[in-house]
């Protein structure tokens, strides 16, 4: 069983920058990023192949960069530019080829002033 365990988060003024951390416990080919808002469903912020392969939504393009250490398993997610509307739970997503999604435990983003 794949375990996904996500660090950082938590409130930030808008404007600001927060980086969000997610390791894996194996090697996983597509890592990522999906939120949450209250009364919405999940999203994709972002995600990246092994191979640097990667999608972002079109609200975070240009704000948010998402990075990978494939040696350590561990996938990135620096946001800039915060917005009140980036206000989620986020969680890290993993998927292997043809496989299974894997969760992380999610976690708080707040922008607000």
């Known amino acids: 069983q794949v375990q996904l365990v996500q660090s950082g988060g938590g409130l930030v003024q808008p404007g600001g920058s927060l980086r969000l951390s997610c390791a894996a416990s194996?090697?996983?080919?597509?890592m990522g990023w999906y939120h949450q808002a209250p009364g919405k469903q999940r999203e994709l912020v972002a995600r990246?192949?092994?191979?640097?392969?990667?999608n972002y939504a079109d609200s975070v393009k240009g704000r948010f960069t998402i990075s990978r250490d494939n040696a350590n398993n561990t996938v990135y997610l620096q946001m800039n530019s915060l917005e009140p509307e980036d206000t989620a739970v986020y969680y890290c997503?993993?998927?292997?080829?043809?496989?299974?999604?894997?969760w992380g435990q999610g976690t708080q983003v707040t922008v607000s002033s």
């Open positions: 194996e090697n996983i080919f597509s």
């Open positions: 990246m192949t092994t191979s640097g392969i990667t």
């Open positions: 997503h993993g998927k292997k080829w043809g496989g299974p999604d894997y």
